[in-house]
C-alpha cells in the first residue's frame, strides 16, 4: 500500500487549467482517469487526509504510484480525451458498463449493389443502415418476416446468391413472393435499391405514406374488379399494420429520442436506455457498472452517454436525450453531444407528460435489471470467492490467488508441437491476456522440456518488464544464464506467439506510456497441467529466474490430483470442492486453447504444396494455375507454354514454376485424418483395385484421437 504524500504533486506545479489527469501504480498501469476544469483543484482532492475520502477514492490513492495530467484547451476537448483514454487504458477504477450481450441490429446493407436485410451484432460498419438494437433476434425477424410482403428485399447470403444467379434458379423465398429475386434478374440494381430504401423509410417510421398509397391502390383495384390483386393488397396492409403493432406508440408527436435511466445501490448501478424513433420505440439495451469510485447519478449518466454516443455521429445520436439527472456541468457535455449529431440536441430531465411517464417506465426496466442482476451474481461471487479461499487453503497461500495463470502442451505424436498459456483473474476467464507459444529449443516429443522453455520465456519477459519500469537494479533477481533483454545469453522471444497478430508480443512490449502489456503482471499461482515431472519443470524455471514469489502447482487429469513442487504426494481435493471444480476449468481451458492452436498449426502444414516456394508467385496466381489444369498432378506434366496461356503467368514465371515443380519430389500420398482416405494430387480419394471406391483404413477416431496430446 503506497503513501499518497510520496507521490504528491509540489505546491503550484499542478496548473489551473482543464485537463484529463491520470492514476499509475508501481507497474505503471493506468488505474484511473479523470477530467477537471480546474486541475488544480480537483487533484487537490485526492492528497487529503485518508481518513477524509471515500473508501473507494481512499483505496485508489493508496494503490496508485504516480500521478500525471494533461492540458487541454476546453472542457469539451477534456470529456473527449476522457473517453478515448478509458476505452484505451481500461483503468482499474473506472466506471466501465459491461453488457451481458451483444444486442443484435435489424441491417440495410445499402453498400452493396443488391442490397440485402439481415440481423447484424458487434462493430457497426460505413454503408450500413442500422435498427434497433433489439433484445431478441426472433423478434428482428419476424418483423422482417411481415415487411417482406411488402418490400421483397433480399435477405440472403452471398453465398445462396451467387449459387442462384449460377443455376438461374432463385431460393424458395423468390418463388413465394417474399424476395423480388435479383439473383435471377427480376428486378434491376437500381429497382431493388430503391426497394430498399423504402424499406429503410418504413423502418425509420415514416409508414403513413406506405399505408395511404397501399390503400388507394387496393381502391382502385376493387373499382376495375380485380379482386384477387385488391385481396393481395389488403393482406399486405395488414402485414404492415401488425408489423407496427410490435413497436407501439409511445409519444404522439413522433418524437426521437434516447430515454436513459439509472438505478443503483452503494456497490452497483444498472442503467437502461429506450430508443424511440418516429414516437415508437425502436430498441432496448442495458448495462450494469461496478461502482469502483464515489460517483454521481449524474456522472453516471455521463459515463453512460460517453459509452451510447463516443463512436455514433449524426443521425445515430438523437435530437432529444432525456435523462434522470444531468452531469455537472452539463454545458460540455451537451455541446459534445452536438458535435457529433452536427446538430443541436437536447439534454435535459423530463418533467410533465408522457414523457415523464415513459421515463417511469425506463426507470422500473432499470430497477429490475439491477435486481436480477445481483440475484444473478450473488450466487457466482459466493462460489467463486469460495473456491480462491480453498484453493488458498489447499496449497498453503498467503491468500487467495486472483490472477491464475495455467500452461499445457499440445503435440501429435512429436510434430508441431506448441504450448498454451491462459488466464483466471478472480476465478473468470480473462481471454485477452490469453497467449500461446510454438517450441523451438529442441525437436522431437518431451513435454518436461517444453514446460520448462515455456515458463522460461513467459517469465523472462515478466523480468524484463520490470526492468523497464526500474523496480529494481540492473541484474537483480536474474541469474546468469538469463540475462535478458540486454544481455547475450537469452534469445530473443519475439517470436515466441505467432499466427494471430491479436495474440503475440506486438507493438504494446515496446509501448513504455501505460497501455496494456504483454508478459508485464505476474500471477500469484502458476498451474501446469500434468503431474510431479512438468511441476517440477516448472518450478526449475522460477528458480533459475530468481523468482520466488510466485505458487506453482499441476493438476493429473488420471486422478485430478494437485501436485506442488517438491512433494512426493499429491494433494487430493473433495471432488465437491469448488476449488478442484475451478482448477478443472482453468486445466480444461488450457488443454482447448492449446489443442485448437495445435490443430491449426496442422492443417496449415497439410495444405502447404510445391507452388508455396516459388519465388514471386502470390496466392491469386496459384489459384489461377490449379483451376486451369485442374491439380498439382497435370500442371507438373504440363509445358512451359501450356503454363504461359494462364491469364497472368508470363514466360519468366512459368519457366520458374516448371523448374520448381521439376525439382519437387512427389511427396508421399496424404491421408484425409478424418475419414482414412488416401489423397493423390488431384484432392480426390485413391481406391484399391480389389475393391473400388474403398477408402484406406488409417485408424479409428478414437484411435486418431488418442495419438493427440
Known amino acids: 500500500m503506497a503513501d499518497p504524500s510520496s507521490y504528491r504533486p509540489r505546491p503550484g506545479e499542478i496548473p489551473d487549467s482543464p485537463g484529463v489527469y491520470r492514476f499509475r501504480d508501481e507497474h505503471r498501469r493506468v488505474i484511473y482517469v479523470g477530467k477537471a476544469k480546474s486541475l488544480r483543484q480537483r487533484l487537490a482532492n485526492y492528497f487529503q487526509d485518508l481518513a477524509h475520502l471515500h473508501p473507494r477514492t481512499r483505496t485508489m490513492v493508496t494503490t496508485a504510484a504516480s500521478v500525471e495530467w494533461t492540458v487541454v484547451s476546453t472542457e469539451v476537448e477534456?470529456?473527449?480525451?476522457?473517453?478515448?483514454?478509458?476505452?484505451?487504458y481500461d483503468p482499474r477504477f473506472n466506471v466501465k458498463y459491461r453488457d451481458d450481450k451483444s444486442y443484435p441490429y435489424l441491417a440495410v446493407t445499402m453498400n452493396e449493389e443488391f442490397p440485402r436485410v439481415?440481423?447484424?451484432?458487434?462493430?457497426?460498419?460505413?454503408?450500413?443502415?442500422?435498427?434497433?438494437?433489439?433484445?431478441?433476434?426472433w423478434a428482428i425477424?419476424?418483423?422482417?418476416?411481415?415487411?417482406?410482403?411488402?418490400?421483397?428485399?433480399?435477405?440472403?447470403?452471398?453465398?445462396?446468391?451467387?449459387?442462384?444467379?449460377?443455376?438461374?434458379?432463385?431460393c424458395l423465398l423468390g418463388y413465394i413472393g417474399k424476395c423480388s429475386a435479383p439473383c435471377v434478374g427480376?428486378?434491376?440494381?437500381?429497382?431493388?435499391?430503391?426497394?430498399?430504401?423504402?424499406?429503410?423509410?418504413?423502418?425509420?417510421?415514416?409508414?403513413?405514406?406506405?399505408?395511404?398509397?397501399?390503400?388507394?391502390q387496393m381502391a382502385e383495384a376493387a373499382e376495375e374488379m380485380e379482386y384477387e390483386r385488391a385481396a393481395r393488397l389488403r393482406d399486405d396492409i395488414g402485414a404492415l399494420k401488425k408489423a407496427m403493432e410490435k413497436s407501439a406508440v409511445v409519444l404522439a408527436d413522433a418524437t426521437d429520442a434516447d430515454l436513459i435511466a439509472v438505478a443503483e445501490d452503494e456497490l452497483e448501478a444498472a442503467v437502461q436506455i429506450f430508443h424511440v424513433r418516429g414516437g415508437r420505440v425502436r430498441g432496448q439495451r442495458g448495462w450494469v457498472t461496478d461502482k469502483v469510485e464515489e460517483i454521481t447519478t449524474g456522472a453516471l449518466v455521463e459515463h453512460a452517454l460517453q459509452q451510447l454516443y463516443g463512436e455514433e455521429s449524426g443521425d445515430a445520436v438523437?435530437?432529444?436525450?432525456?435523462?434522470?439527472?444531468?452531469?455537472?456541468?452539463?454545458?460540455?457535455?451537451?455541446?459534445?453531444?452536438?458535435?457529433?449529431?452536427?446538430?443541436?440536441?437536447s439534454l435535459r430531465i423530463p418533467q410533465r407528460g408522457d414523457k415523464k411517464a415513459l421515463m417511469e417506465t425506463v426507470q422500473r426496466n432499470a430497477q429490475q435489471a439491477l435486481v436480477l442482476h445481483k440475484t444473478k451474481r450473488a450466487s457466482d461471487l459466493t462460489t467463486r470467492s469460495r473456491a480462491l479461499e480453498e484453493i488458498a487453503g489447499a496449497?498453503?497461500?498467503?491468500?487467495?490467488?486472483?490472477?491464475?495463470?495455467?500452461?499445457?502442451?499440445?503435440?501429435?505424436?512429436?510434430?508441431?508441437?506448441?504450448?498454451?498459456?491462459?488466464?483466471?483473474?478472480d476465478g473468470l476467464a480473462r481471454k485477452s491476456e490469453y497467449r500461446r507459444f510454438q517450441i523451438k529449443g529442441f525437436e522431437g516429443q518431451d513435454d518436461v522440456r517444453s514446460m520448462h522453455e515455456v515458463i522460461t520465456?513467459?517469465?523472462?519477459?515478466?523480468?524484463?518488464?520490470?526492468?523497464?519500469?526500474g523496480e529494481w537494479a540492473d541484474g537483480e533477481g536474474l541469474t546468469d544464464g538469463a540475462r535478458h533483454p540486454n544481455g547475450d545469453a537469452a534469445p530473443d522471444d519475439g517470436a515466441a506467439l505467432t499466427d494471430g497478430q491479436e495474440l503475440t508480443d506486438g507493438p504494446a512490449l515496446k509501448d513504455d506510456d501505460g497501455r496494456p502489456k504483454r508478459f508485464a503482471y505476474p500471477p500469484q499461482l502458476v498451474v501446469v497441467d500434468g503431474g510431479q515431472p512438468q511441476v517440477a519443470a516448472a518450478q526449475r524455471a522460477l528458480d533459475e529466474l530468481g523468482i520466488d514469489d510466485i505458487a506453482v502447482c499441476g493438476l493429473a487429469k488420471r486422478l485430478e490430483e494437485v501436485w506442488l513442487p517438491r512433494e512426493d504426494d499429491p494433494v487430493v481435493l473433495p471432488r465437491t470442492s469448488e476449488g478442484l471444480y475451478l482448477l478443472q476449468r482453468v486445466r480444461d481451458e488450457a488443454h482447448r486453447f492449446a489443442i485448437t492452436y495445435q490443430r491449426a498449426k496442422r492443417a496449415k502444414r497439410f495444405r502447404a504444396g510445391p507452388l508455396d516456394d516459388v519465388?514471386?508467385?502470390?496466392?491469386?496466381?496459384?489459384?489461377?494455375?490449379?483451376?486451369?489444369?485442374?491439380?498439382?498432378?497435370?500442371?507438373?506434366?504440363?509445358?512451359?507454354?501450356?503454363?504461359?496461356?494462364?491469364?497472368?503467368?508470363?514466360?519468366?514465371?512459368?519457366?520458374?514454376?516448371?523448374v520448381a515443380l521439376a525439382r519437387a519430389t512427389p511427396a508421399a500420398p496424404a491421408v484425409n485424418t478424418a475419414t482414412g482416405e488416401i489423397m493423390d494430387d488431384d484432392g480426390a480419394p485413391e481406391t484399391t483395385a480389389d475393391a473400388p471406391g474403398e477408402p484406406v483404413s488409417a485408424g479409428t477416431p478414437d484411435e486418431r484421437r488418442g495419438q493427440e496430446r
Request: hydrophobic letters at 35%; proline letters at 6%.
Open 186 to 216: 427480376r428486378i434491376t440494381p437500381d429497382d431493388h435499391w430503391d426497394l430498399a430504401d423504402e424499406f429503410c423509410d418504413f423502418m425509420a417510421g415514416r409508414t403513413g405514406t406506405y399505408l395511404r398509397r397501399l390503400e388507394r
Open 78 to 88: 477534456a470529456l473527449q480525451l476522457e473517453y478515448s483514454w478509458i476505452k484505451e
Open 395 to 425: 496449497l498453503d497461500l498467503d491468500s487467495a490467488p486472483l490472477r491464475i495463470e495455467c500452461y499445457d502442451i499440445s503435440h501429435l505424436q512429436g510434430d508441431d508441437v506448441v504450448a498454451s498459456m491462459v488466464v483466471f483473474e
Open 118 to 137: 439481415q440481423v447484424m451484432r458487434g462493430q457497426k460498419k460505413k454503408g450500413v443502415r442500422y435498427f434497433g438494437p433489439y433484445g431478441h433476434a
Open 615 to 658: 519465388p514471386g508467385l502470390g496466392e491469386t496466381r496459384k489459384q489461377a494455375l490449379i483451376k486451369h489444369f485442374g491439380s498439382v498432378k497435370k500442371l507438373r506434366s504440363a509445358t512451359i507454354d501450356q503454363i504461359c496461356e494462364v491469364p497472368g503467368i508470363g514466360r519468366k514465371t512459368a519457366e520458374t514454376v516448371a
Open 141 to 170: 425477424r419476424d418483423t422482417v418476416d411481415l415487411l417482406l410482403r411488402v418490400f421483397p428485399v433480399r435477405t440472403c447470403s452471398a453465398g445462396v446468391f451467387k449459387n442462384a444467379a449460377r443455376t438461374g434458379r432463385p
Open 318 to 345: 438523437p435530437k432529444e436525450v432525456l435523462v434522470p439527472a444531468l452531469p455537472d456541468p452539463v454545458e460540455p457535455v451537451q455541446q459534445w453531444l452536438t458535435e457529433r449529431r452536427g446538430s443541436g440536441v
Open 457 to 469: 520465456r513467459r517469465f523472462r519477459r515478466y523480468l524484463a518488464e520490470k526492468e523497464k519500469t
